[in-house]
């Protein structure tokens, strides 16, 4: 079963398996991807319902509680340049929006 993200892919290609996040492997910051993560991932929720229309991401694996991998969302509007505090709204695209 795939996961609906743009940024999952994987690939069984001569009985190789590999399973991936792109967001995830072009931060070099962050804790290594595992497929489990995709499950509390915040990212195919907000490229759906954000107001944004060129958000960019960054994701980053963070370790909480000591204990447990999740991810956490920087996103900027790559139209307006601006830093999006909720990632599902931006002020900016919104007064585009607006009649
Ligand atoms: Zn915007």
């Given at each position: 079963?795939?996961?609906?993200?743009?940024?999952?892919?994987?690939?069984?290609?001569?009985?190789?398996?590999?399973?991936?996040?792109r967001?995830?492997?072009?931060?070099?910051?962050?804790?290594?991807?595992?497929p489990?993560?995709?499950?509390?991932?915040?990212?195919p929720?907000i490229?759906?319902?954000?107001?944004?229309?060129?958000?960019?991401l960054?994701?980053?694996?963070?370790?909480?509680?000591?204990?447990?991998?999740?991810?956490?969302?920087?996103?900027?509007?790559?139209?307006?340049?601006i830093?999006?505090?909720?990632?599902l709204?931006?002020?900016?695209?919104?007064?585009?929006?607006?009649?």
């Open positions: 079963m795939s996961i609906p993200c743009r940024y999952y892919h994987e690939d069984y290609h001569r009985g190789r398996e590999t399973k991936e996040c967001l995830i492997k072009r931060n070099p910051q962050s804790r290594p991807w595992k489990g993560l995709c499950k509390t991932c915040p990212v929720h490229l759906l319902h954000t107001n944004c229309q060129e958000i960019a960054e994701a980053t694996v963070v370790r909480k509680w000591g204990l447990v991998d999740r991810v956490e969302v920087y996103a900027v509007c790559a139209r307006h340049m830093e999006l505090e909720d990632p709204y931006c002020p900016q695209c919104a007064l585009e929006q607006s009649p």
